[in-house]
Structures are given as structure tokens and as C-alpha cells.
């Protein structure tokens, strides 16, 4: 018989950033272990709370379905003598599948004849698989770090306090860390601490909800969450700073959503608004909340966990919480005004990059000129990126960044402002880090994209100087997310520029002597890189592997070539010359040894078809060739089109490997024309028929 499924952990207060993924972690290991264990169900639910981890299954059914059994025993002569009397093997066999021996089945097999057994193993009762599913699955759960509690051997994210088993109104046998489960879950913490007697599985939900003053749906829960933050905004005349990431935190840290409204002194608004999101969203995980005009108001939006009677006591609570964190920061904002960034430059002396790398002075001139050499190809100022890479670092000796890790170089761009330094200089401070993740913009002004280039070439090259490159998943100093970052800025910013170059220059200005062979492995680093880009993209695999062929140094240049390529794919002759090329490629690296002359000779051409092959190769040649000094790569490659016919036409018609020598070095010779004019934008032999 079929019923809904409930399983029901409860737990002390779970991690708000572990809440999400152990529920569903938690239901999907469950519904795998009884699907493998034969148990038909519909659709799985996943429920939490800070005080839970819940699944319902719906329509689970009461056993595992019967299954056909089939096992293979020994063959005739081993479960028989010569007198035709079972031996021990054959009563053996007979007794592991609960059979008479004369009841068992014999056929034919490679061995000879064999002993067989078929019949039908009866389902297996939900209460007994029950136990070993949750086992398995709580033993999967993606727990960075486990605690134990009391006496017990047990170890789990939390210390667990009950649990709840039912098949529809059904207790079913389970114990989970020593507690073993009834019909009783609990409700609120402070509403109703009392036990609520669930008396069927499909009334879960509900009973949570009233009188429980639980919403044990996430789902549901998101939803108010997001209904009190709007209304308590609109209370205040704006709207909610709304951040994702927030949402789910708070979500994640209450059973019962209540918006709350909440003012602070106007004199707080002096402060830049990072500050202020900042104080609000991290220290205090309160909304702010901004006016039409995208200004910020005196204002704030928290989300209680309870009804209070008295909203007016809540309220006053929340402002006196919020009133000193922000004073702290209004007092970091005028101390750190007091003391220049300029003045904080020889402080740097005293804070260690890395050991092996020196101090983050030393790593700032290091980058400095290195950002200097970029300025040109980047269309920046030099004094200006001089000055920026001088000053990039200072703001992390300040108050408010030592309370803010998240504001480096947003604090030290308001600050470089006020102290009267550059418009360029100022807005490069904040952009030094850009992106900043992954999808997140990259750096919009000149200067700072010199800075955020060299800052993250200066770190790859003295990391790997040092032997600590990345592997496996470990990458503790964040070397991939720097490598793209590279990339992104110098495609994205349309910076044409030699990038194997620039590794080489940023290791050469490394205080250590890299081991032999550094350049070519941070080189290599940044290819998986890239690929990865591409592939994130949309890009074939194939498509980048025709221009990576080509050692392509300028990573602007790489990336037209790639467009091109997937613009020269789309062609409906594009299959035929990509096949073409790359039998080509295989006769010619077969001959690697034959003597060729660099060109064709078009006198001692005998087969029409190898002439109207040269014909056409002449006519493209200058065509592609003029396309591809002037970068238009898309016109390059398609210029090749056109080749698609004769080359068809060629390889069906001409012998190659002539037995006559003469014949054969000409044509060899035509065929390594046809492949340097092949590869001038791309490798196009790389690409596969189903690619082109």
C-alpha cells in the first residue's frame, strides 16, 4: 500500500549557508537509496528549517517490488559423482537458494551442463529499508566539519534533539544518532515550544504551520521573507536593497519571517555607501533601503523570527544594535581621513606578501613596473599608473579595511579622491580587483586595468617562482581565478598585447630564481584557462585547439581568430575543406622527409584537376593573405570556401603518390602550399566534420 513518506530530523541551530544544500542533499540520497533498494515512489519534497531537516516522498510504497531471481551453480559433474549422488557442493548450492537439489534447472554452458535456480524473491518491507537508507544517506551529506555531543559516538552537523518517521499515519522503525522516531515533531522555539503530534504524513506541513508557527517550506519561506523586506521599505518611503546571497542567509535563520522597519541617525549618510551596505548587510544582515533616486535613506529593513506583541520594542532593539556598528564606522571614516594614503606608503614595508616574495612594498614596485609597461598598449597614462600602483595597496592599513575586508580598494578610491590625487588614479584604486568574480565586470578605465593586469601577473609569476602552482582542487592562493582574470580583462578590453611576454618580464622581476621550464608551465596555466573560457562560452573544444596549434601570443588577437573560426564553421562548404586540410595534413606528416620545393610548379601540372586546384589556390592566396594582415579573419577563412570544389575534386581524381617522382614532389608541393594557406587565422584540420 502506498502512502506519503515523512522524515523528520531535528537538530540545534543548523549553519544558515548549510541549511539549503543538506536538505537537499539529504532528500535526494534518501529517494537514490530507495530507488536502488527497489522501492517505487513519486515525487520527493525536500523541507528545513534552522531546526531541521525534513523529506516527504509522496506515494511511497509499503515494500519493494517482487524480483525475479536467477543464480548460476556448479556444473553437472561437480554437484554430482560418478554414481550419480549429490555432493557437498551440489546440497550446498540447493541450501544458499532454499531449493530441493531435484528442483533445481539444468543447461547447457561453455563449462558443460550446470545447476540452475530461478524463481522469485518476495519485496522487502519498507521498515526494513528504511534504516539503511537513511544511514546511507546521512553518511553522504556534504559536511565540511562534523560535531559530536553528550556521551555518544555520534557525530553530525548539529547535536540532533528528535525525529519524526511516518508512512502515511504509520510510525516506521528508525533511529537516528541514538533518538528514536515518533509522531512528535516541535514546533517554534518561543510560539509554541510544545510537541506537535503529527498524526498522518500529508498533514506535515500544516500541523508545522498551525499551531506550530513553523513554515517548514523553503520555498514558501523565501517568499515572506521577501514580502516583509518590500513592505517594511515601502514603510520607510523606498525600496529594499535586495542582495540574493541575503535572502537566503535570512531565510535560512528563521521559522516564522517578520518584517521589521528601523531608522538611524541621518548624520550616518556622510558615509561612502559601500560602508553602509556593508554595515547593515554583513555585520547585521539588515536591508537597506534606498530612495527613487537610488539614494540611500536613514533607514532599514530586518526580518524578525517571531510575532512580537510589542513591534515598537523590536523595532527600538534593531536601532540600538545598528547605532554603534555604525558609529564604529563613521569613527573609522574620519580617522582614516586624518592619516593619507600617501603617508601609509612606507608602512607597506612592514606587511609580509610572502615570505619567499618579500612585503607588499616590494610586491607594489614590482607591479608598478610592470603596469608601467603596460600603459602604452593599454592607452593609460604613465604618471598616472605610477602613482596608482604606488598607492593600490595603502588602503589595507586603514581602520575602516581592517573592519571591512571586503572595501579594499573601494576605500582607498574614496580616499585617493578626497586627498585631491587623480580622477584616474582614484577610480583605478577600486578597479585594481576587477573582476571580482566570476561574471563580474572587468575593469572600465585605462589605468585600472593596468594595475588589475599587473597586480594579478606579479602574484601568478612569483607563486609559481616558488613551486606553490595549483593542483588537483587546491588553489590557496586563488591562482585560476587570477589567471581568467588576466584574459577577461585583455578580451573583454580589447587589449592587443604579447602575454607570454608579460609572464616572462613579471617572472624575470621575481626576488627568487623560478626552476627551469616556469615560463612554459604558467603559460600552459593560463591555455587550461582559456580553454575553459571558451568552453563556458559556447565555444567547441576544437574551435580553440585550431588556434592554440598556432602558439597565438596576443590573447585579443587568439579570440578574433576564434569568432572567425566559429563564423568559417557555419559555412556550408566548411566540412569539405576542414576534411580536406586534414588529409593533407596526414599525407604531408607522412612525407615529413620528402624533399618539396617551397611552391608548386604549374608547368609540370598533367591532371586537370591539380591544375584547376593551383588556379584556385592562386586566386585565394592573395585574397586571404591581405585579409589576414589587416586581421579581418572572418574574410580570411572564407576566403577558403572556394577551395571546397577543386579540392573535392582533386583528391577523387589525382593520385598523390605518383610513381613518378617528379609528379609527387609537385604535388606534395601543392598540397604544403594549400596547408600554410590553411593555417594562416587557424589550424582548420583541428576541426572536426560534426565542429565545421
Not at 133 to 141: E, H, I, K, N
Not at 542 to 564: N, P, T
Request: glycine share 8%; aromatic share 6%.
Amino acid at each position: 500500500m502506498s502512502a506519503d513518506l515523512l522524515i523528520e530530523i531535528g537538530v540545534e541551530e543548523l549553519p544558515p549557508k548549510a541549511m539549503h544544500p543538506l536538505a537537499e542533499a539529504f532528500a535526494n540520497g534518501l529517494a537514490d537509496q530507495l530507488d536502488q533498494a527497489g522501492l517505487t515512489h513519486g515525487e520527493v519534497r525536500y523541507l528545513a528549517t534552522p531546526r531541521r531537516l525534513a523529506v516527504i516522498i509522496h506515494d511511497a510504497a509499503g515494500s519493494s517490488a517482487a524480483e525475479s531471481v536467477e543464480k548460476f551453480g556448479p556444473t553437472v559433474d561437480i554437484a554430482y559423482d560418478g554414481q550419480g549422488n549429490p555432493t557437498k557442493a551440489g546440497e550446498g548450492f540447493a541450501r544458499s537458494v532454499g531449493t530441493p537439489l531435484d528442483a533445481l534447472e539444468i543447461e547447457d554452458s561453455d563449462k558443460g551442463q550446470r545447476l540452475v535456480y530461478r524463481g522469485t524473491a518476495e519485496g522487502r518491507a519498507l521498515s526494513e529499508l528504511l534504516q539503511p537508507a537513511v544511514d546511507a544517506a546521512l553518511r553522504t551529506l556534504p559536511i565540511p566539519k562534523r560535531m559530536r555531543w553528550g556521551d555518544s559516538e555520534a557525530a553530525f552537523v548539529r547535536p540532533v534533539h528528535w525525529v519524526v518517521a511516518l508512512h502515511g499515519g504509520a510510525i516506521l522503525p528508525l533511529v537516528v544518532f541514538g533518538e528514536s522516531a515518533d509522531r512528535y515533531s516541535r514546533g517554534h522555539r518561543f510560539h509554541h515550544p510544545e510537541p506537535i503530534e503529527i498524526s498522518h504524513a500529508d498533514t506535515y506541513v500544516e500541523r508545522l504551520r498551525t499551531p506550530g508557527r513553523v513554515i517548514v517550506d523553503i520555498v514558501e519561506r523565501k517568499a515572506l521573507v521577501l514580502e516583509g523586506v518590500v513592505a517594511g521599505a515601502r514603510s520607510l518611503g523606498g525600496q529594499a536593497l535586495i542582495d540574493d546571497e541575503l535572502v537566503a542567509e535570512v531565510t535560512a535563520l528563521v521559522e516564522w519571517p517578520v518584517g521589521v522597519a528601523g531608522r538611524f541617525d541621518t548624520r550616518f549618510l556622510e558615509l561612502p555607501r559601500e560602508v553602509l551596505v556593508a554595515t547593515l548587510e554583513g555585520h547585521q544582515r539588515y536591508f537597506p533601503v534606498e530612495d527613487d533616486d537610488g539614494a540611500l535613506v536613514a533607514g532599514f529593513v530586518t526580518v524578525a523570527n517571531l510575532e512580537s506583541r510589542d513591534p515598537a520594542q523590536v523595532v527600538a532593539g534593531n536601532e540600538r544594535v545598528i547605532r554603534p556598528r555604525l558609529a564604529d564606522a563613521l569613527f573609522f571614516w574620519e580617522q582614516d581621513r586624518r592619516h593619507g594614503l600617501a603617508a601609509r606608503i612606507p608602512e607597506l614595508e612592514r606587511v609580509s606578501f610572502q615570505q619567499a616574495l618579500g612585503t607588499i612594498a616590494d610586491k607594489s614596485q614590482r607591479f608598478g613596473r610592470l603596469a608601467v609597461e603596460l600603459a602604452p598598449s593599454v592607452g593609460a597614462t604613465t604618471a598616472d599608473v605610477a602613482r596608482a600602483a604606488e598607492l593600490a595597496k595603502t588602503d589595507l592599513l586603514t581602520e575602516m579595511v581592517d573592519e571591512f575586508p571586503e572595501l579594499q580598494g573601494v576605500m582607498g578610491g574614496y580616499y585617493a579622491a578626497l586627498e585631491g590625487e587623480s580622477e584616474a588614479v582614484a577610480r583605478a584604486l577600486p578597479e585594481q580587483y576587477a573582476p571580482v568574480g566570476a561574471g563580474a565586470p572587468i575593469a572600465t578605465t585605462s589605468v585600472g586595468r593596468c594595475i588589475a593586469l599587473a597586480d594579478r601577473l606579479d602574484t601568478l609569476a612569483g607563486i609559481f617562482a616558488i613551486g606553490k602552482r595549483p593542483s588537483g582542487d587546491k588553489d590557496p592562493f586563488g591562482l585560476r581565478r587570477a589567471a581568467l582574470g588576466v584574459l577577461r580583462t585583455l578580451i573583454e578590453g580589447d587589449i592587443s598585447i604579447d602575454l607570454r611576454q608579460l609572464l616572462e618580464t613579471a617572472l624575470a622581476m621575481q626576488p627568487v630564481d623560478a626552476p627551469e621550464g616556469t615560463d612554459q608551465a604558467l603559460w600552459v596555466f593560463h591555455m587550461e584557462r582559456l580553454r575553459g573560457y571558451y568552453v563556458e562560452h559556447g565555444v567547441p573544444a576544437a574551435h580553440f585547439e585550431s588556434i592554440a596549434s598556432l602558439d597565438i601570443r596576443d590573447i585579443q588577437d587568439f579570440d578574433r581568430r576564434v569568432r572567425a573560426v566559429g563564423e568559417f564553421a557555419g559555412l556550408a562548404t566548411a566540412s569539405v575543406v576542414c576534411r580536406a586540410h586534414k588529409r593533407i595534413r596526414n599525407i604531408l606528416k607522412r612525407n615529413a622527409d620528402a624533399d618539396v620545393a617551397e611552391n608548386a610548379d604549374r608547368t609540370m601540372m598533367v591532371d586537370p584537376a591539380e591544375t584547376a586546384l593551383h588556379a584556385s589556390l592562386t586566386e585565394r592566396s592573395d585574397m586571404l593573405e591581405h585579409a589576414a594582415r589587416e586581421g579581418d579573419y572572418a574574410a580570411a577563412l572564407s576566403a577558403l570556401a572556394p577551395l571546397a570544389e577543386p579540392l573535392d575534386t582533386f583528391f577523387s581524381q589525382v593520385m598523390v603518390m605518383s610513381e613518378d617522382p617528379t609528379l609527387q614532389r609537385n604535388r606534395l608541393a601543392l598540397l604544403a602550399q594549400i596547408d600554410r594557406l590553411c593555417r594562416q587565422v587557424a589550424d582548420i584540420s583541428c576541426l572536426s566534420v560534426e565542429s565545421a
